[in-house]
């Protein structure tokens, strides 16, 4: 039986097509795939790179501005006066003695036990100047004192607060005295800053 020359040509390029795809699939396509994926990582690549670029740009006025900051604090009085670390160190001990002898003449009704500089292990933009205070004091003299530091200029802080009773009444002789304020045994941090700036090295 003879074919229709038509039919014979149509089925024979339906074959070729068949072959083709089938060959495509087995050899070519992981190629192209393989390919797209990589033009998309390589677009995103380049969008991640000019974000980068873009925030260096910015860079040099970032530091500027924070150099402008730091030149005008100069005439801040919220910050010590003196310009080096025992210059310091003898300032905020002076200040917190003032603030301690406004609140009591009387020494044992507020005692400072010591007061000892110690050193910033976390330093920020501004050099720290840092008492280490240990005090007995009556709560009600110590709450005027904590206002005093809270009102102070140039500006002081307290951290790591601690308070303990001391219990000095107990062993009174007579229990129908009335018994005097109780100290408390006070231990804080008291800091300042000095006008000095702190160059780290991504300012330099």
């Not at 501005?65 to 006066?81: C, H, I, P, R, Y």
């Not at 025992?86 to 005692?111: P, R, W, Y």
């Not at 501004?126 to 009556?138: A, G, H, Y």
Request: hydrophobic share 40%; charged share 25%; net charge negative.
């Amino acid at each position: 039986m003879n074919l229709d020359p038509r039919v014979s040509r149509w089925a024979a390029l339906l074959v070729l097509l068949l072959m083709l795809t089938t060959i495509y699939f087995l050899f070519f396509h992981w190629f192209f795939v393989a390919h797209a994926e990589k033009n998309e990582e390589i677009v995103m690549l380049n969008d991640s790179r000019q974000q980068y670029i873009n925030e260096a740009a910015k860079t040099p006025e970032l530091r500027k501005l924070l150099q402008d900051v730091k030149a005008a604090v100069g005439s801040n009085n919220e910050f010590l006066q003196a310009d080096s670390k025992n210059l310091g160190n003898a300032e905020i001990t002076s200040i917190f003695k003032n603030i301690v002898n406004q609140q009591t003449d009387e020494t044992a009704a507020c005692q400072i036990i010591s007061q000892s500089p110690t050193q910033d292990r976390e330093p920020e933009q501004f050099e720290k100047i840092i008492l280490r205070v240990r005090m007995r004091c009556q709560y009600e003299i110590f709450v005027k004192i904590l206002e005093l530091i809270e009102e102070n200029t140039p500006s002081l802080f307290v951290t790591d607060l601690r308070v303990e009773s001391r219990n000095v009444n107990r062993y009174r002789k007579n229990a129908n005295q009335p018994s005097a304020p109780e100290n408390l045994e006070i231990r804080f941090d008291l800091f300042a800053f000095l006008k000095n700036p702190i160059e780290k090295d991504d300012e330099k």
